[in-house]
């Protein structure tokens, strides 16, 4: 630098420090709740602030970059207003958990100027939260920029909230339950983080439209503060871009109360619109699948005497499907690659190769025939290279054999290495293991739903990036896993029963999950057994109302389907698809009650769930329209109990209109489920 150059950057400095009016920027929400102001220090620092009704959210918290390739951008800062404007619009999803979506909110963009770069900072600040974003230009750098360091905080300001978070970078990815703490015992986090304050305010941390970005988790600093913290590649470096390019949004969501939280759709207004035209192809459904069976050891994704994937075996799941009136049928283990220890073989998966047991040509025509459609399975182990290199061709074929779904999953990492998944295969030959939330693994992740969108192919990824909302820009990116899902009842120490009444206000926060629930057969290896579901039968009903999923599996056999038909056929009436969702009441990691109307229908659907405490809950049915609807009701027996007694369940009829109540007792790890079908 010289010398002249600091001079300038120093008198800048002074300038912005001391001329108060003049450094404060403030806007404001539509309803005039929330405020964002920016103010900058005499450093020349820019920091912000959130209140809420007058109460302090975000304490002063700070802006800014650091660079591998170029001088840090966090002092010597001044700040200008360039453009303000109110929006205010609906939109409509062609799926969703809602068909009509309302964007309102106030934006300002703001050039901040270390007197040699600019770099502006879009905020729009919603009733129901806050997300801005840093906006680079060309002119900021001549070549790729490295950053080193995204300087974001959020610095809570109410240090004794309550906060569930997830532990980042760890071996399992998304994959583990909730720690809830207090704000001082986070160490780094990923995202949505959910607190809750003193004063019973919520406040969700995440990020929307993550593109071309690493994913930003919260690392826990001693004053109380959040820092973000991007995802590191291989080389240390967090990002890098060239040319002009936005971040993705950092977004705090506000409730007044745990409903208002989870009714918000901020992180889907944050994304762009549709960017694939007609997608009238993708439906969401139900589906079944040779899937449950493999996770408790009946069947194998290997070839051999339990091989799942076999021609006769699909007939018969179709069949049922069919019989039944689901919508979709997912088979594991159809291809190549599975036997042996398919986690180390990952190159060994070839994507358009059917094991000789199965027929994949007569399984897609069959599928079509009995109207089922089918959903096939690609599992990588984290082999990105090896995927990468037959994705177009793979999903080519799945195009011409009318497949437009697709699972997709990338377990996998590398023994004792720190960094795992998608070998990448340097020019001298050396692999490198990349994270799976970092740069490189977002643009695999976007590759592979851009690819699938020109084939008219519908993902639903498992070992997936968080969602942050891409799904309204491109509507076939349906669903994911990215959580701690049902197939650790099957095989690990399993989920307490608390773990799904945390999901709705974190994880599902981001979008809708795969969980895959509904599984009737509880113990599943008998009573002595440590494997096993941690609920009732009507919770697992519940859960199907409640973690939402356009693409939601009935995950059990067909056999403990037939032998509890009374009950199955709530899975048979609910739909994947919604006019609108009304969460109406529940605490996180207590309880939660979701009442949702089917899209297109009269119908709605009311699923409730408790955690490990029994509770009652005085459902009030005037979300209803005028008329008259049968309820039917899947509740906890009297004496059920998820560890004692998870099987007894009573069904009744009832007729309801929108002055009804009913009080319903939920037994301890249980729930409720009910249908509300118009008369
Ligand atoms: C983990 C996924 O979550 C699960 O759904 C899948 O069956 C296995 N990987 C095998 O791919
Ligand atoms: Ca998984």
Not at 158 to 164: A, E, I, M, P, T
Not at 240 to 261: M, V
Not at 362 to 382: D, F, P, Q
Not at 385 to 412: C, F, I, P, S
């Amino acid at each position: 630098m010289t010398l002249n150059k600091f001079f300038f950057i120093a008198v800048i400095a002074l300038l912005a420090g001391c001329a108060d009016q003049s450094s404060t920027l403030s806007v404001s929400s539509p309803d005039e709740q929330v405020s964002f102001v920016l103010q900058v220090n005499q450093q020349g620092g820019v920091h912000y602030s959130v209140s809420k009704s007058g109460e302090q959210i975000i304490n002063q918290s700070q802006l800014g970059f650091r660079f591998a390739n170029a001088e840090s951008f966090a002092n010597g800062l001044s700040v200008r207003l360039i453009e303000e404007r109110t929006v205010d619009e609906t939109w409509e999803q062609p799926w969703g958990e809602r068909q009509f979506v309302r964007n309102h909110y106030s934006e300002q963009l703001v050039e901040l100027s270390d007197g040699i770069r600019t770099l502006d900072l879009r905020i729009r600040v919603f009733d129901d939260g806050i997300g801005f974003r840093y906006e680079f230009d060309e002119q900021f750098h001549d070549s790729e920029l490295l950053i080193s360091d995204e300087l974001t905080q959020f610095n809570i300001a109410d240090r004794n909230s309550q906060v569930h978070w997830l532990k980042a970078l760890q071996k399992d990815r998304y994959e583990y339950e909730y720690t809830r703490s207090d704000l001082d015992a986070v160490s780094v986090s990923h995202t949505p983080l959910t607190l809750k304050t003193t004063s019973d305010r919520y406040i969700t941390i995440h990020e929307a439209a993550l593109i071309d970005y690493s994913s930003m988790v919260l690392r826990g600093s001693a004053n109380g503060g959040l820092n973000a913290e991007l995802v590191a590649a291989y080389d240390g470096i967090k990002v890098r871009r060239t040319g002009a390019f936005n971040t993705p949004w950092r977004t705090l969501q506000l409730g007044d109360s745990a409903t208002q939280l989870l009714s918000s759709n901020m992180v889907l207004n944050l994304n762009e619109p549709n960017k694939l035209g007609d997608v009238s192809w993708i439906k969401p459904g139900i589906y079944m699948g040779i899937w449950w069976g493999m996770h408790i050891g009946e069947n194998s994704w290997a070839t051999g005497p339990k091989l799942g994937a076999t021609t006769s075996e699909a007939k018969r799941y179709i069949d049922f499907i069919s019989e039944h009136g689901l919508d979709g049928f997912l088979v594991e283990g159809w291809n190549h690659g599975w036997d042996g220890d398919w986690i180390a073989n990952a190159n060994a998966f070839d994507f358009t190769h059917a094991n000789p047991f199965f027929d994949l040509l007569e399984i897609a025509r069959y599928a079509e025939a009995k109207n089922v459609e089918l959903i096939l399975h690609n599992e990588t182990s984290g082999g990105v290279g090896n995927y990468e290199r037959q994705m177009e061709q793979a999903y080519d074929l799945y195009q011409e054999l009318g497949v437009h779904y697709l699972k997709t999953g990338y377990v996998g990492f590398f023994n004792g290495y720190p960094r795992e998944l998608s070998d990448k295969m340097m020019s001298d030959g050396r692999v490198v293991y990349e994270w799976n939330h970092g740069q490189f693994m977002v643009n695999h992740y976007q590759k592979s739903i851009v690819e699938a969108a020109k084939r008219e192919i519908a993902i639903n990824m498992h070992e997936p990036i968080k969602p942050t909302g891409l799904r309204r820009t491109y509507p076939n990116f349906m669903t994911r896993e990215g959580v701690r899902g049902q197939e650790y009842n099957a095989w690990s120490d399993g989920n307490q029963p608390a773990h799904t009444t945390i999901l709705p206000f974190t994880r599902m926060m981001a979008g809708p999950v795969d969980f895959t629930p509904g599984v009737f057969d509880l113990l599943f290896k008998g009573e002595e057994d440590p494997s096993r579901i941690r609920t009732t039968i009507a919770k697992q009903l519940a859960l199907m109302v409640v973690l939402y999923s356009p693409l939601q599996m009935a995950a059990d056999l067909p056999r403990n389907y037939d032998e509890k038909l009374e009950l199955f056929q709530f899975i048979k009436d609910v739909p994947a698809d919604w006019q609108k969702s009304l969460p109406l009441d529940g605490d996180v990691g207590e309880f939660v009650v979701y009442a949702r109307q089917q899209r297109d229908s009269d119908n709605w659907f009311v699923g409730g769930i408790t955690n490990e405490q029994a509770r009652s809950f005085e459902l009030n049915f005037d979300f209803l329209d005028e008329g008259d609807y049968l309820a039917t009701l899947y509740r906890d027996g009297a004496d059920a109990d998820w560890q004692s007694n998870p099987y007894s369940t009573v069904i009744e009829s009832l007729e309801v209109n929108n002055q009804s109540t009913l009080g319903i007792d939920m037994a301890p790890g249980g729930g409720f489920a009910i249908s509300v079908i118009k008369r």
